[in-house]
């Protein structure tokens, strides 16, 4: 088959284009801004990339256009594709149709965690030796791409699925968006998959482009469980009372929570940051790594519960666990310079950047932490979260934002932090002022969800300059 992808540079719409690829499509694609990484990883592959939404692109003549959820109406290749009555589908349904079918799709929702969890459950499948599929929005470090088309290995001997089910091609990992699948399908896009294993991680309101309230994103997350067959396992964080709320709706799968009593629980972390694992009130054994927090502690226990419904004993993911080294731009260090040590991070809700800042503090302890935010979401433009924002860094000993882009007054709402915050519409002008307030043994926490202006390489080359004078 011959796919032409519009959006293609996104981190969803890049990795189906190579799975694609590497199931022997042909491959071609357009976005407004085609650059590098993306603009590589994908010439690598031998993807041709065109910039820009041109009609002419109609001449390709491919089989079926795949179309991103950037894509609106009025953007002139797709005006030119309804007009001219031409085949059109969304990427989740294209993904479902040609890769998902016949797998054992493992799903993994919720508003934060999504990443890491696809991640370390994908490190798990494969420690075990059963090489799954994946397809996750961010690069876990044990892999070194965000997405692959797996080993297309059995159902392991043992699984607790039931008959039939060992007819599956494999098992494939997906970090399961909630975000709306196309302009022309605003359900969910984790409606298309389709699981067997489904984990809910927690629920808060986010997406604000697209979604009125929080109750608008329980029904999509209602739609997601009523679709999931008796066979199944949900996976859910036993805390969150959203998730309660979507489950007293209708559970027709069997269900395991997280993080409470008579289900999967953590024990304290120790000094090294290794802690016990039980569930039903049963010891299961140790975790030992070093990742930060007790976000990563319930993402693990989600991991090693959906890893046991695919066969993989609670041992073996524990010990897999171990060698697990997280994911590109989750508390990444990209670098030290002048005593300074510069890190990267994906947070951008209220609850992920209080999460983020508590764990750094955990490894940090007394030094100074110096957090740098992008609010560049679309609900952070919108000014949705600008009341929590200042609780959310309040552990932070300075605080810079970067206030272009964005229609609401960021100084004013961070002034409850006082004389530590600095706002700045000049990116180049934050950086000087993060290098002038730096001091070696600092700490520097960069929150987006974007590329933020490369600003990590820029401050790290600042740092490294003789202060003036």
């Not at 070194?144 to 039931?162: E, H, N, Q």
């Not at 976000?295 to 666990?321: C, Q």
């Not at 730096?438 to 933020?452: C, E, K, T, W």
Request: charged share 20%.
């Amino acid at each position: 088959m011959y796919i032409h992808i519009l959006g293609i540079c996104g981190t969803f719409m890049g990795g189906l284009a190579a799975l694609a690829r590497a199931a022997g499509h042909r491959v071609t694609g357009c976005d407004a801004n085609v650059y590098p990484p993306m603009s590589t990883q994908l010439a690598a592959l031998g993807i041709e990339l065109i910039e820009g939404w041109r009609a002419d692109q109609l001449r390709l003549n491919p089989d079926i256009f795949v179309i991103g959820n950037v894509v609106t109406r009025g953007t002139e290749l797709m005006e030119a594709i309804l007009e001219r009555g031409l085949r059109y589908t969304s990427g989740p349904q294209w993904l479902a149709e040609h890769v998902l079918a016949g797998k054992w799709t493992l799903a993994v929702a919720g508003t934060h965690g999504k990443t890491t969890t696809s991640a370390m459950l994908a490190h798990v499948l494969d420690h075990a030796g059963l090489a799954p599929g994946f397809l996750i929005g961010g690069v876990p470090q044990n892999f070194g791409v965000s997405a692959r088309l797996g080993g297309g290995a059995g159902i392991s001997p043992g699984s607790p699925l039931t008959k039939g089910a060992s007819d599956a091609g494999g098992f494939f990992v997906i970090e399961a968006d909630e975000y709306d699948t196309a302009f022309f399908d605003k359900r969910s896009k984790f409606l298309h998959y389709r699981a067997r294993t489904a984990v809910l991680n927690n629920l808060e309101f986010d997406h604000a482009d697209i979604f009125p309230d929080v109750a608008a994103i329980e029904t999509q997350f209602h739609h997601f469980v009523r679709i999931l067959p008796a066979s199944a396992l949900i996976v859910a964080n036993g805390r969150d009372q959203n998730l309660a709320r979507v489950l007293a709706r209708g559970c027709y799968s069997r269900l395991e929570r997280f993080g409470v009593a008579g289900g999967w629980e953590a024990g304290p972390a120790d000094d090294d940051g290794g802690f016990a694992v039980s569930f039903d009130g049963v010891a299961q054994g140790r975790v030992r790594w070093d990742l930060l927090g007790e976000h990563n502690r319930m993402n693990a226990l989600a991991a090693i519960a959906a890893a046991r419904h695919a066969g993989v004993a609670p041992a073996a993911a524990l010990a897999a666990l171990g060698a697990f080294r997280s994911v590109k731009r989750r508390m990444e260090l990209r670098g030290e310079a002048g005593g300074v040590a510069v890190y990267d991070d994906f947070a951008h809700h209220p609850t992920a950047i209080a999460t983020t800042l508590a764990g750094l503090r955990r490894k940090v302890g007394n030094g100074r932490i110096l957090a740098v935010l992008e609010p560049r979401s679309n609900t952070m433009k919108l000014g949705v979260w600008k009341d929590q924002l200042a609780p959310s860094l309040a552990a932070a000993d300075r605080v810079f934002c970067h206030t272009a882009g964005i229609g609401w007054d960021a100084a004013a709402a961070l002034a409850p932090l006082g004389a530590k915050v600095s706002c700045r519409d000049d990116l180049a002008q934050l950086i000087e002022a993060i290098r002038g307030a730096a001091r070696p043994g600092d700490s520097v926490l960069v929150m987006s969800n974007g590329g933020f202006g490369g600003i990590h390489d820029k401050l790290l080359a600042a740092l490294g300059r003789t202060p003036p004078g």
